[in-house]
């Protein structure tokens, strides 16, 4: 019902910048929480950050300091602005919605990786 597209992903050298988008169409009226998720090779898919329409946020602690969620209601959009990054922060980064009835939808996914 809710189709993802991710882009903004790529490559970049550490302490660079890079800033995520997904646009969500469908049926896009009953998203609640937009967000991020992500997964490095050989590891679990672990939450990077999330906000919801009225704009609460919920943030891993790794990213404090270095990464702002946010999100254009009008436009469909959640971004995630990405600074100082660090190798460990290679991963394929996934966009997240969650409904008004908890339905669950997942981007195809970004590819980001930090490396000089």
């Known amino acids: 019902q809710v189709q993802l597209v991710e882009s903004g992903g790529g490559l970049v050298q550490p302490g660079g910048s890079l800033r995520l988008s997904c646009v969500a169409s469908?049926?896009?009226?009953?998203?609640?929480?937009m967000g991020w998720y992500r997964q490095a090779p050989g590891k679990q898919r672990e939450l990077v950050a999330i906000?919801?329409?009225?704009?609460?946020?919920n943030a891993a602690d790794f990213v404090k300091g270095r990464f702002t969620i946010s999100r254009d209601n009008a436009k469909n959009t959640v971004y995630l602005q990405m600074n100082s990054l660090k190798p460990e922060d290679t991963a394929v980064y996934f966009c997240y919605t969650r409904d008004i009835a908890t339905v669950q939808n997942w981007g195809q996914g970004t590819q980001v990786t930090v490396s000089s």
């Open positions: 906000i919801t329409r009225d704009g609460r946020t």
């Open positions: 469908g049926s896009i009226f009953t998203i609640v929480t």
